[in-house]
């Protein structure tokens, strides 16, 4: 199986690609290098990958329909698309922006999919098409017509337009829900690693809200195994939610990251933002089902991973 992966030198897309290696598969990676965050930090992800032969890389943006039709063209077999505007508080500030990658990039990519033919296509979606759902925990199906971010929006969307080419051109699409994903090359931005880094340093942490919002952290391991999962069996039409379905607080999560690190954090309360869920929990009841997916490590136990990964970084 030759497997072509955007946001290949991202934090999933990385881990992503190294799995499919160590089991002796074809990748192709590709990814534009956003400045979204310090582009150093994603090219240093995919080190390893570029030492194996069965890794092709190519720098090039989903948008870019010459570049995905001549990628998607050279023999590929499945499409895992990870490649997204991430952030649900910087699309509140460039909507159009995170619109035009995350919608459109989409339909470049399905577009070369339908022309070449290829039959199996896996989209990265988020928790957050969830919405402030009142119903916990979140499932596959419960109504997601109620985003509260343009980063939200932008994957709902992009689940309808996956389910539309598997309806006309009969392409199988597996959506995936991610739930807040943690671990070893977390993007800098995110609670767990900005977190760790404050309390390192001795800054005051951000808390917005009163720290009672409720977040469904997922280990990197064990969305790397739903995933694969869903590659191979990609057959048909399917969403799933992949989490660790136990919801942990703000506040408790920081004394997790304190007794992680055997350190104090300083929290700084602030106004809640706007585009926050207030909590989210996933119900893998189906993905148990249908992929086998088994979440295995706790916040504890994952926290103690990413906290000697981190401190190992900045040696």
């Given amino acids: ?16 690609s190294e799995r499919l290696l160590r089991e002796g598969r074809h990748v192709v990676g590709i990814d534009n290098f956003d400045d979204f965050y310090n582009p150093e930090i994603k090219r240093r992800n995919i080190v390893d990958c570029l030492q194996n032969k069965n890794f092709q890389f190519f720098e090039a943006d989903i948008r870019d329909k010459a570049a995905m039709e001549k990628h998607l063209g050279d023999g590929v077999d499945i499409v895992v698309h990870l490649a997204a505007r ?7 500030e460039q909507p159009r922006l995170y619109a035009d990658v995350n919608i459109n990039g989409t339909m470049v990519l399905l577009e070369a999919a339908r022309k070449y033919k290829i039959e199996k296509f896996v989209f ?6 969830y919405g402030n759902n009142k119903k916990v925990p979140f499932s596959e199906n419960d109504n997601v017509d109620f ?14 337009i996956c389910h539309t080419y598997h309806h006309l051109w009969d392409i199988s699409v597996t959506c995936l829900r991610f739930f807040t994903v943690y671990g070893p090359r977390q993007r800098p931005d995110l609670a767990i690693h900005k977190f760790a880094a404050l309390i390192e340093q001795n800054q005051p942490i951000p808390v917005f809200g009163d720290g009672s919002m409720m977040r469904d952290f997922t280990y990197i391991d064990d969305i790397i195994d739903g995933t694969v999962a869903a590659m191979e069996r990609c057959d048909g039409f399917h969403i799933y939610n992949l989490g660790e379905s136990r919801p942990i607080t703000v506040n408790d999560l920081i004394g ?11 929290k700084e309360y602030k106004p809640r933002q706007p585009g926050d869920v207030e909590r989210t929990f ?3 009841t189906l993905a148990a089902e249908e992929l086998g997916y088994k979440p295995a490590t ?3 136990d994952g926290l103690e991973k990413f906290t000697a990964w981190f401190r190992e970084k900045h040696r």
């Fill in 147 to 160: 985003p509260i971010s343009p980063y939200a929006a932008t994957k709902k969307a992009g689940e309808l």
């Fill in 282 to 284: 996933a119900d893998v």
């Fill in 1 to 16: 199986m030759k497997a072509l992966i955007t946001g290949a030198a991202g934090f999933i897309g990385s881990h992503l």
């Fill in 86 to 92: 991430a952030g649900v508080r910087p699309s509140i």
């Fill in 256 to 266: 997790e990251i304190e007794t992680a690190l055997g350190k104090k954090a300083i």
């Fill in 124 to 129: 990265a979606s988020s928790s957050s098409v």
């Fill in 298 to 300: 706790s916040i504890r």
